[in-house]
């Protein structure tokens, strides 16, 4: 009986030792469970840790920008303007302008901006605190000539004075002299173009070089460009020659007929003139004007309309009158009035030919 009872207690003790041991091992593994456990927690806590500082960073770095770039913004709207570039060798304005000196040139400045801002807000292309700067590039010492010669202004001062009047009228308006260089305007405005056309604060470039196809080359390469079409647009004076009419298919086109002539200035040679008269009745007939040859001036390129162009000397389809008749003013070479004597009207019309050579 005492044997059997030892033997139990035997056998429950190592039943005990084994339970104790399995219970230590469990022990232990949840110790190294814990301990994992912790140690995922505390580098969880520094990743959060990093990350709630790199978060707040990032917050602050937002807000700097999100500052800079309405700054910049603020400065790229700053003074916002539009260029206009006039080829002044052939978009030419309408004779009572150039006549009336120094007025007409005021005048002419004022109603060439008017018709910008009138045109580009009809296309929703201006707002009312832009800046409109025009720069107009001529042969200045050419036109004063052409003009002269073919009888629209009665002395070259008064072109001149055209050109001051335009200059003196507004701060950012400019008729510029650009010299008696072949090519002299053309190369200038394209080079203005390229200035203006990268810059941020030109909202509108509006190009008057219609009537000139050497444009045509030039302006290609930015027909392409993103943009091009909802930036550039053209004053039509000169009708356009086919090459620009392919070129501005697309592009925003408007005209000036009041302001701007359609037509080149047209000269009557003095040769031409005593030819004529020496086959033509003395009173100058329609038919012998239309008859005449008419020579034009390279200072005066193609142009555009010019519907208040004054009668004589304005519309190329319209007949000019020899010099030597009645409803003529003759003038010197410096452009001065010179009236015959009432006794050379009664002298045959042989004699009275040869008395104007």
């Known amino acids: 009986m005492a044997e059997v009872q030892t033997s139990r207690v035997t056998a ?9 041991g399995a219970v230590q091992r469990g022990d232990a593994q949840l110790i190294d469970l814990v301990g994992a456990l912790a140690h995922e927690r505390d580098k969880l806590q520094a990743k959060c840790d990093r990350q709630d500082f790199e978060c707040d960073s990032l917050v602050t770095r937002l807000k700097a920008c999100e500052e800079s770039t309405s700054t910049l913004q603020k400065q790229r709207d700053c003074k916002p303007f539009v260029i206009v570039l006039l080829d002044g060798d052939n978009t030419l304005f309408c004779n009572r302008y150039v006549q009336a000196g120094v007025a007409g040139g005021i005048e002419a400045a004022a109603a060439l901006r008017n018709v ?9 292309r201006f707002e009312e605190h832009w800046e409109v700067c025009i720069r107009a590039y001529m042969n200045a010492d050419g036109l004063a000539r052409t003009y002269r010669r073919c009888g629209i202004v009665a002395g070259e001062d008064t072109f001149r004075d055209f050109v001051r009047g335009f200059n003196k009228a507004m701060s950012l308006v400019e008729l510029i002299d650009a010299g008696d260089d072949k090519e002299a305007a053309d190369t200038r405005i394209q080079k203005t173009f390229e200035v203006f056309y990268p810059n941020q604060h030109c909202k509108q470039l509006v190009l008057a070089v219609s009537g000139d196809r050497s444009y045509t080359g030039f302006l290609r390469p930015y027909v392409s460009l993103e943009g091009f079409e909802d ?3 053209f004053v039509e ?9 392919d070129l501005t298919t ?17 000269v009557i040679t003095q ?3 005593s030819e004529a008269s020496q086959s033509a009745p003395s009173t100058g007939t329609y038919a012998t004007a239309v008859a005449l040859p008419r020579q034009t001036m390279p200072a005066a390129s193609p142009m555009t309309t010019g519907a208040a162009t004054p009668p004589a000397y304005g519309n190329t ?9 009645s409803h003529a003013i003759r003038r010197n070479a410096h452009g001065e009035r010179i009236d015959e004597p009432a006794v050379l009207r009664s002298l045959p ?7 104007l050579r």
């Open 237 to 245: 004076a000169l009708p356009f020659t086919r090459d620009m009419v």
């Open 317 to 325: 389809t319209q007949a000019v009158l020899p010099l030597w008749t």
């Open 271 to 273: 040769s031409a003139a």
């Open 349 to 355: 019309q042989n004699l009275y030919s040869r008395f």
């Open 12 to 20: 429950l003790a190592q039943e005990w030792k084994s339970t104790l």
């Open 250 to 266: 697309s592009l925003l086109k408007f005209r000036a007929p009041k302001l701007l002539r359609n037509d080149k200035l047209v």
């Open 231 to 233: 930036r550039v647009s």
């Open 116 to 124: 910008i801002k009138t045109q580009l807000i009809q296309a929703k």
